[in-house]
């Protein structure tokens, strides 16, 4: 099976199960995090393999056939762990569907004692005992063990063809699939051989230089040294046949004490990306913005002053890497604006969650379309009240006396802009009453009076009668 076809989603819930049931028989469970409902399941696989011992016969036989001759595959990462697996799935998928549920089933058991979070280790031994595990684990073994023999079948059959074609100068090997990820010098190649994979530089060598993965790295490992002008890596030389296959560098390099080995160009790259890391995790300490009560941009609440600019954020200690320039917050707030919905003519964008409160609780900040300022709800529902109760005022005192344009023609400019100028005559004479209106309404103490009137006027203005393009 191809690795991007495995079921990821399903392996983040039953990888953790699959380490503690099927590691090597002599090796200690691993530690196992499970949610509450799960409290139990490491009681449950920890029965299964005390009523079926072949769950270690099979971990056994896992460790040269599937995880490379690591014993403690185990505590490798999850990512490391799945490409080897994928590796001896059958391209169907029903190998990986059937272990899945067989893990599932013995989790089902688990799932069924309750409030096993509630009780203490010697409890939980005490209701598993209970519980009919044999059956579900016996249903897996026999599945694992005909795939494991297919596997075994399938290794068996590669290495005698490798071996079939053998010549004078050696065994042909095929490419390390795994190599990329990891640059251990003399693994671009393997053989299955002896019951077990072997692994050379060389793509055609004789028997006795192919050699298992773990004599391939203690053999790096004792040959490391510090690596000059990068403090905590190492590097260890490969062979001069293969410096070419290296990057055409005589060392391959890794981060101490057990990273992956890599190429040259590649630890390059990792040094950039932890200089990078390391200069976006600079706390930086800001000061209030002062315009952020006018405009309430989501991330702008702080600023300060950083590499020749001015970054926002709305934290006011935080690490770089959560500062940006107050254009990337506007385009920000844009990109994840929407229609508020209620309020025709007016956006809505969410802040974060973790700082909701300084935005009045309600997760989002609203404004007048197309470019009125950002502000809290209290405010733009304040506003909207006071615009309308202008209208309406508007419509009693001068809505008899006008005389509407026919139906399907637009005002003449001139008339447009008596109407619009009127209007916003009116709009004057009434805005302190307005403002103090949306005062009394309980509005954020932040927002200043200039703020008030600017999203009136918006508001106003975008109601007024349309006239003429250019008017």
């Given at each position: ?6 079921n ?5 819930t ?11 028989g ?13 409290a139990?399941?490491?009681?449950v696989?920890?029965?299964?393999r ?6 270690g016969?099979?971990g056994?036989k896992?460790?040269p056939?599937v995880?490379?001759?690591y ?11 799945l490409?080897?697996l994928a590796?001896?799935?059958?391209d ?9 549920r ?11 004692i309750?409030k ?6 010697d ?18 073994l026999?599945?694992?063990?005909q ?5 075994q ?11 079939a ?10 490419t ?9 010098p003399g693994?671009?190649?393997?053989i ?17 230089q192919?050699?298992?993965l773990q004599?391939?790295?203690n ?17 260890t ?7 070419s296959?290296y990057g ?8 101490d ?12 790259a ?10 976006l995790a600079?706390?930086l300490?800001?000061e209030l913005y002062s315009?952020?009560?006018q405009d ?18 709305d934290y006011?200690?935080?690490?770089l890497?959560r500062?940006a320039?107050l254009?990337d917050?506007?385009d ?5 604006a ?25 997760g ?9 300022p950002?502000m809290?709800?209290?405010a ?31 005002a ?8 619009f ?9 009434r805005?302190?009453d307005a403002?103090a ?6 509005v954020?103490?932040e927002?200043t009076?200039d ?8 508001y ?6 349309s006239?003429?393009?250019g008017?």
């Open positions: 099976m191809d690795y991007s076809a495995i990821q989603a399903s392996w983040m039953y990888l953790p199960a699959f380490k503690v049931l099927l590691r090597p002599s090796a200690s469970a691993p530690a196992m995090s499970v949610g509450a409902e799960l139990a399941w490491p009681a696989l920890e029965r299964a005390q009523l079926v011992p072949g769950f016969d099979i056994d896992l460790v056939l995880f490379e001759g014993q403690d595959w185990y505590s490798y990462e999850d990512q490391w762990i490409k080897d590796s001896v799935l059958d169907t998928g029903d190998q990986e569907i059937q272990i899945l067989g893990l599932d089933e013995l989790g089902l058991l688990a799932r069924g309750e096993a979070s509630e009780l203490t280790p409890e939980i031994e005490a209701r598993v005992q209970q519980l009919d595990v044999g059956l579900a684990a016996n249903s897996l026999t599945r694992l063990s795939y494991v023999a297919a596997w079948d399938e290794a068996s059959r590669v290495g005698s063809e490798q071996q074609a053998a010549t004078t100068e050696g065994i042909p090997g095929d390390n699939a795994n190599w990329d990820d990891d640059a251990v693994t671009r190649y393997w299955y051989a002896d019951g077990g994979y072997l692994y050379s530089d060389r793509k055609v060598a004789p028997l006795d192919w050699m298992s004599g391939r790295e053999a790096a490992e004792a040959a490391k040294q510090p690596w000059n002008g990068a403090p905590g890596w190492s590097c030389p490969v062979g001069d046949e293969s410096v296959d055409g560098v005589g060392f391959v390099f890794r981060r004490p057990d990273g992956s080995w890599m190429t040259q160009a590649k630890a390059f990792a040094l950039d990306q932890e200089e990078e890391e390391a200069r600079v706390e300490t800001g315009n952020w009560a309430r941009i989501p991330g702008t609440r702080c600023w300060v002053y950083f590499d020749n600019g001015h970054l926002f954020s006011q200690t935080a690490p890497g500062w320039p254009a917050r506007e920000r707030a844009e990109a994840a929407r229609p508020w919905q209620g309020a025709p003519g007016w956006s809505c964008t969410p802040v974060a969650a973790d700082v909701a409160d300084d935005y009045g609780g309600e989002y900040v609203f404004r007048l379309d197309p470019d009125g950002w809290l709800m209290a733009a529902i304040a506003a909207i009240d006071a615009a309308e109760a202008i209208e309406d005022d508007e419509a009693v005192e001068e809505g008899q006396d006008e005389v509407e344009p026919e139906a399907g023609k637009a003449e400019p001139a008339e447009f802009a008596k109407q100028a009127e209007v916003q005559r009116e709009t004057s004479q805005m302190p403002v209106a949306i005062r009394a309404a309980g954020d103490p927002v009076d703020e008030i009137r600017r999203v009136l006027l918006s106003v203005a975008a109601q007024a009668p006239g003429s393009q008017s």
